[in-house]
Structure formats: C-alpha cells, structure tokens
C-alpha cells in the first residue's frame, strides 16, 4: 500500500522567511495530494492541494510542486506569518481512496 | 450543517467498555472517512465509505472494531471491549468524491481508563 514519508518533524524559521516541508510518497498510481494544516486541538483544514496533471500550483504565499518521476511534493510559505505556526501534514490517495498522510511537520514562525 | 459533526467531543470510558462515536458528514457527501489520531501522529486511515458501503476497512485496527452508515449519512464508529491503547482522537472526513477535498470534523477524544 501507499507509504507517505514527511520531513522535517519540525522546522523554526524566522518572521518573514520561507519555510519548505518535503514528502515522499511510494505508490506510483496516486494522483491527488493535498496539505492540511493542524493548530493545537483543531481539526485537520486544507490549504492547497494539487493532482498529477499539473506540477505546480500557488494561492498567496502558498505553493506546492510535484515531481512525479522522483514521487515527491513539496509545500512552500513564503514571507511566513506567526500564524502560520502549526503543524502541517502532507497526503496522498488515488482515486476515490483513502488518504494517506505524512508524520506531520511542526512549524514554528520566530517573531 | 455547515460542516462535519462529531459527538461526543469527549468521551471517557472504563477498560473493557463498549463506546459509540457518531459523525454527521456535510449534507450531500457520499464519501466518509474515519481516521484516528494519536498525540504528535498523522492521522491514521480507518475506514472509508461511499454511500452505505465499506469501500475499504483495511485500516481497521482488530475485530473489536466496526463501523456502518445506514442511510448513507450519518456514521457511528463501534469499539468493542475497550482497551487503553485505544485512546486517540478519533477524526471523521467528509466529501464529495474522489480526489476532492475532504473536510474533517473536531474529533471525539476516546481516553480508556
């Protein structure tokens, strides 16, 4: 079955810096990858997803790109917030399946 | 409803107990997901449903476990026999169909005491 790996577990940066969080997935025939954001004791909430036909896709200061040769995604925030403090988890699923979701990287914005 | 519905937000049973967790999903989704999340963990895959049917249940721990959707709505996640390592956050999902997105509800904490 699919295998999703996700790293860093935990990534510091800066006010104002980029953050990056990379994830590997293992079943070649998955072809939906979303990213949710988890702040402490809430529900998992989307903020970008992207399918295999395309490679990259941003909203705002938020973009994620596919390498699906290499079966790899990445999330990028640019001119991160405090408020983007949270922890983010990566997926992947094919079709009308399950999702598979990474360990879950947890960010921390320096002011 | 505006989003996913979960309840209890809290549940705390003894060893050995029966518990039920209930999921409204939004109106009009046919796909629903349990997932279950433990402290500084992914949530780990469950079940899943399209309409009233198990689609897939590969993720389902043991036999205590089980879950159904009658109406192809509502959900109610059964576990049998608690045991304390079944503590977790239970989470359920909701959409629309394949690779869209899936809304997650708050959860109902499951502590086993």
């Known amino acids: 079955g699919e295998n999703v790996e996700q790293h860093p577990s935990t990534l510091s940066v800066q006010e104002g810096d980029s953050a990056v969080i990379k994830c590997t997935y293992s079943d070649s025939a998955s072809n939906y990858f979303p990213w949710y954001k988890q702040e402490l004791g809430k529900r998992p909430q989307l903020i970008i997803d992207i399918r295999s036909n395309v490679g990259e896709k941003k909203d705002q200061r938020i973009a994620v790109t596919l390498n699906k040769t290499a079966k790899h995604f990445s999330l990028h925030i640019t001119e991160t917030q405090p408020e983007d403090s949270a922890v983010y988890f990566c997926a992947a699923s094919k079709g009308a399946q399950k999702l598979v979701f990474g360990q879950g990287t947890r960010l921390t914005i320096n002011p | 409803g505006a989003g996913v519905s979960q309840t209890p937000s809290n549940k705390v049973t003894e060893k050995g107990k029966y518990v039920e967790l209930r999921c409204d999903p939004i109106?009009?989704?046919?796909?629903l997901y349990w997932y279950r999340q433990s402290l500084g963990q992914g949530p780990e895959f469950l079940i899943y449903?399209?309409?009233?049917?198990?689609?897939?249940d590969s993720g389902l721990p043991n036999d205590r476990f089980f879950a159904v959707r009658p109406e192809g709505s509502v959900s109610t996640l059964k576990i049998q026999r608690t045991e304390r390592g079944d503590s977790a956050v239970y989470l359920c999902a909701s959409s629309t169909g394949a690779n869209t997105e899936a809304f997650f509800g708050q959860g109902t904490r499951l502590t086993v005491v």
């Open positions: 109106s009009g989704h046919t796909a």
């Open positions: 449903f399209q309409g009233t049917g198990a689609a897939d």
